[in-house]
């Protein structure tokens, strides 16, 4: 017997790996080679092509495709709608399955509802990628990304809360974590203990 839910409508093939606890709703559909970790949820619609990689308590809302090449780190959210894709230059009548691209979403980082992530790019550790924006290169961690293309306006704290303006260090108004700009990105002063 499974240690995973799947609703009754979702198909999960043979070969495809599943993690304890997760929980897959209506109408999904997990192709063999795919491999999901322990604690996610997969909501109405989503389809998990085979060559992918989801972490443990990913979080993934309805109407999502994870193409091959993805990767989807341990905590991060896909929100509805959001769009990976696999190919930068797409034809009907022209093969390219030998020039797929990885995508890597990295550990904590957020997706927003429609936004569209073109393959080949990093999204740093808890980056923040605003609804509906176009990403075309990649994210530094923690980086706040808003509009099309893709800008960084600011920056989150891992919480997922916007920080003031940054220059040298900054706390987080709401879990008092500490940050400091190095090297044009953003990294913790004082990490806080992992969760377990």
Not at 17 to 25: A, E, H, L, S
Not at 57 to 86: A, M, R
Not at 106 to 131: D, H, P, Q
Not at 137 to 162: H, K, N, Q, T, Y
Request: hydrophobic share 35%; proline share 6%; glycine share 14%.
């Amino acid at each position: 017997m499974a240690d995973y839910y799947a609703h009754e409508s979702s198909y999960i093939d043979p070969g495809a790996q599943v993690g304890q606890g997760t929980k897959i709703w209506h109408f999904s559909h997990v192709m063999p080679g795919a491999v999901i970790g322990a604690g996610c949820t997969l909501g109405q619609n989503v389809v998990v092509m085979p060559g992918t990689t989801i972490g443990d308590n990913v979080k993934i809302q309805n109407n999502v495709s994870i193409y091959e090449g993805v990767i989807l780190e341990d905590d991060t959210f896909c929100g509805p709608s959001c769009v990976f894709t696999n190919v930068i230059n797409p034809r009907s009548e022209i093969s390219r399955k030998d020039e797929f691209q990885r995508t890597r979403v990295k550990r904590g980082s957020t997706i927003g509802a429609n936004a569209t992530i073109v393959c080949g790019v990093t999204l740093g550790e808890y980056s923040f990628i605003g609804a509906g924006a176009v990403v075309t290169s990649d994210v530094p961690a923690f980086g706040l990304m808003l509009g099309v293309p893709a800008r960084r306006v600011g920056w989150m704290c891992r919480c997922g809360e916007r920080l003031p303006g940054v220059r040298g260090e900054t706390l987080c108004s709401v879990c008092g974590t500490g940050y400091r700009v190095r090297e044009g990105g953003l990294e913790l002063v004082d990490p806080p203990p992992a969760r377990g």
